[in-house]
């Protein structure tokens, strides 16, 4: 659904923007993917346990997806110098397929 999201935002912005925009677009939208997907290794990598191991998964999931987003954000706009608005669009929209992936799809 992230991803889903992150192309239509990316078709969205090559009609101004060209080839280099959707690129821009669907490279935020996988930061925001590929963080998520960090974060629920980390949390069900040891399957059923307490719920205080749960706890520690989560904090340290929801830090290395932090990292992840920090790195892939510096990589995108200054390393690989991405246009940073279609970027962030993509960003924006893959956050908003989660949610609506979350609300929608069970």
């Known amino acids: 659904m992230q991803m889903l999201a992150a192309l239509i935002a990316a078709l969205g912005v ?15 939208g996988a930061v925001v993917a590929v963080g998520n997907v960090i974060f629920g290794w980390r949390l069900f990598v040891s399957g059923i346990a307490p719920a205080a191991r749960i706890a520690r998964a ?3 999931g929801e830090g290395l997806k932090w990292l992840w987003v920090v790195l892939a ?4 706009l200054i390393a690989a110098e991405l246009q940073p608005l279609p970027f962030f669009l993509g960003l924006l929209a893959a956050q908003v397929g989660f949610w609506l992936g979350i609300a929608f799809l069970r």
């Open 14 to 28: 090559s009609v101004f923007g060209g080839w280099a925009a959707f690129q821009a677009a669907l490279a935020g």
């Open 58 to 60: 989560m904090w340290l």
């Open 73 to 76: 954000v510096w990589l995108a």
